[in-house]
């Protein structure tokens, strides 16, 4: 099942069922006019909305055309944006870019932050830059929509909290990252808000490619027309959805309607690129001594993807192009 969150008419959008082909959709109705109200009640919600994508599939309900430029963030507020690391390649090289070590948990202790939640970016949302010595970055990432999860929730019980998964472009203005850090209180203005792809989907839709709380398929990152990396997004995926979810419900419970992210899907096989310009820098330095590539400036563009076996792309594209603040 794929789901998609219209603009307006109020702040929470309009939600809808999107046809597999991401070509059009009917409206959820409204016994569940937003993603929100239908997280909040899934067991109600969850059948019905099934039971409306199988007719949108089969012709049997009324379809209109989707535009993508209508779309918001599948949730665009959520009640928390919890954000993972779970890549060990990236860990290292963006620290390294930073002149910081990894921590000595690295492989043993999931690194985790809590981004701003109150204003998330749809897809084709513009990247406003105010200050370009602020080192604009872009960050390719899977995330989990979660439903309610209690506190002490394993990884073996996480499965059955992850309601959707979707892609995220969490953007890093990555000058501003060294003395914010240094500060011992974790990023905060260094996360300006973070963008999120058409359409979120269950876990079901996906087949094998969704196995022991990892996605694997592989995650495309276009910069300025340019492939800039296709990562496997599953195999180097340390610490899994579930294992993050333990790791968060440590201490205490998350509602229906919180998202989780992976962080930056990164391979250490050079051959795949890179899913943010920090990463690229990093190889230039210890490859030809500098970093070349500068950060996104007015103009540049960066679209994300994730396709399937067949090419499909599974949750539409994030295409978003940084403007002048």
């Not at 997280?39 to 909305?49: S, T």
């Not at 995220?168 to 792809?197: M, Q």
Request: charged share 25%; proline share 6%; aromatic share 6%.
């Amino acid at each position: 099942m794929k789901l998609a969150t219209l603009r307006g008419p109020g702040r929470d959008g309009t939600l809808i069922v999107v046809r597999r082909d991401g070509l059009s959709y009917a409206p959820a109705g409204t016994a569940f006019p937003t993603l929100q109200s239908a997280l909040d009640d899934w067991e109600r919600a969850e059948p019905a909305l099934r039971a409306l994508a199988d007719a949108l599939e089969s012709g049997n309900a009324a379809a209109e055309a989707l535009d993508p430029h209508r779309l918001h963030a599948p949730l665009p507020r959520a009640y928390e944006w919890v954000d993972g690391s779970a890549y060990i390649n990236h860990i290292v090289l963006v620290r390294k870019a930073r002149g910081a070590e990894p921590p000595e948990t690295l492989r043993t202790d999931p690194l985790v932050y809590q981004g701003g939640s109150g204003v998330l970016l749809g897809p084709t949302d513009d990247i406003v830059l105010r200050d370009a010595r602020w080192g604009l970055d872009f960050e390719a990432e899977v995330c989990a929509i979660l439903g309610d999860v209690p506190m002490g929730t394993t990884a073996e019980e996480a499965g059955r909290h992850v309601r959707l998964l979707c892609l995220a472009n969490d953007v890093t203005l990555r000058n501003l990252v060294p003395a914010e850090l240094a500060k011992g209180f974790g990023f905060f203005g260094s996360k300006p808000a973070t963008a999120f792809s058409p359409f979120a989907v269950t876990p079901d839709e996906l087949g094998d490619a969704w196995r022991g709380g990892r996605l694997h398929l592989t995650l495309r990152s276009t910069y300025n027309g340019a492939l800039a990396g296709d990562p496997e997004a599953g195999p180097e995926m340390h610490f899994s959805f579930f294992d993050l979810i333990a790791h968060i419900t440590k201490t205490r419970a998350f509602t229906a309607g919180t998202i989780l992210g992976s962080g930056t899907v990164s391979n250490a096989d050079r051959a795949r690129g890179v899913s943010c310009l920090a990463e690229r820098r990093m190889i230039e330095t210890l490859e030809q001594g500098e970093a070349k590539t500068p950060f996104m400036r007015e103009g540049d563009t960066i679209a994300i993807e994730m396709l399937d076996e067949a090419g499909h792309s599974v949750f539409g594209r994030i295409a978003q192009k940084v403007v002048a603040g």
